[in-house]
Each structure stands twice: as C-alpha cells, then as structure tokens.
C-alpha cells in the first residue's frame, strides 16, 4: 500500500466544531481511538486532513 495512515500524539487545539457522522463511521473512529489511546477528536482531525491532502477533484464528464 502506498499511503498510510499514522497518527501522533499531539498537542490539542482549542478550537472545535462538530462533524455529523453515521454510527458505523462513528463506531470506526472510536476503535481507532480505543487501539492508538489518541482522543476521538485528534483521530478525527487527522483522518480529515489525511483526506485534504489526498483529495482529487474530478469533474462529472471524466
């Protein structure tokens, strides 16, 4: 596999805002959580940034 996922422990931000997720998803990070011991929301961000990062945008004709 190409990419990975990692995760590091960091420092938190103080800023947050809630993300509406289905509770598989929600069921997904919170194993994630439990295996790393990174809080939910660190999970979250990082997976998020992870997908910025590696985003292709296509248009609906390709």
Do not use: C, W
């Not at 800023?15 to 598989?24: G, R």
């Amino acid at each position: 596999m190409a990419d990975k996922f990692v995760i590091r422990k960091q420092t938190r931000s103080k800023s947050y805002m809630m993300l509406n997720v289905s509770p598989e998803t929600k069921a997904k990070v919170d194993q994630v959580s439990k295996e790393t011991g990174v809080p939910r929301v660190d999970v979250v961000a990082a997976m998020v940034e992870f997908a910025i990062e590696h985003l292709e945008v296509v248009d609906d004709d390709e």
